[in-house]
């Protein structure tokens, strides 16, 4: 077998400039389970489990990222349900395009970081949903 193989995605890291806020959206908003960072680390940063060992990584910083598109997606198994957990929280859920088969809002951390939620209604097939051509 040629080529690196990849066979998931293993972390995705984001900043975030006040440790408390962003533990009381991660773990008390979102649910997500803290776990330790490595010991070797010298710097503030949370991790927390994701599933199937893939974990999500906040590193302290004194200024937040810049707002852009970017984001991580975190997939669920009933995207109504989590709508209503969202607006029972007063968090802003921002609606948007449609992708074939899926149900999906973005919401943000207190750092103005963006988060899709995502329920897949069906697998992905790029062969029905897909453009049909690379993006040149």
């Given at each position: 077998?040629?080529?690196?193989?990849v066979?998931?995605?293993d972390?995705?890291?984001?900043?975030?400039?006040?440790?408390a806020k962003?533990r009381?959206?991660?773990?008390?908003?979102?649910?997500?389970?803290?776990i330790?960072?490595?010991?070797?680390?010298?710097?503030?940063?949370?991790?927390?489990?994701?599933?199937?060992?893939?974990?999500?990584?906040?590193?302290?910083?004194?200024?937040?990222?810049?707002?852009?598109?970017?984001?991580?997606?975190?997939?669920?198994?009933?995207?109504?349900?989590?709508r209503?957990?969202f607006?029972?929280?007063?968090?802003?859920?921002?609606?948007?395009?449609?992708?074939?088969?899926?149900?999906?809002?973005?919401?943000?951390?207190?750092?103005?970081?963006?988060?899709?939620?995502?329920?897949?209604?069906?697998?992905?097939?790029?062969?029905?949903?897909?453009?049909?051509?690379?993006d040149?």
């Amino acid at each position: 077998m040629s080529g690196l193989n990849v066979t998931q995605l293993d972390h995705c890291s984001v900043l975030i400039t006040d440790l408390a806020k962003a533990r009381a959206f991660y773990v008390g908003v979102l649910g997500l389970k803290e776990i330790p960072k490595p010991k070797t680390f010298d710097f503030v940063a949370l991790w927390f489990r994701l599933g199937d060992g893939q974990t999500l990584h906040l590193l302290q910083k004194p200024h937040p990222d810049t707002r852009s598109p970017r984001h991580f997606a975190l997939r669920v198994p009933d995207i109504g349900a989590a709508r209503e957990h969202f607006r029972t929280r007063s968090i802003e859920i921002q609606e948007t395009g449609p992708i074939p088969h899926c149900d999906r809002f973005f919401v943000s951390d207190p750092d103005g970081n963006r988060i899709e939620i995502i329920q897949w209604l069906e697998p992905y097939d790029p062969t029905i949903s897909g453009a049909g051509q690379f993006d040149t």
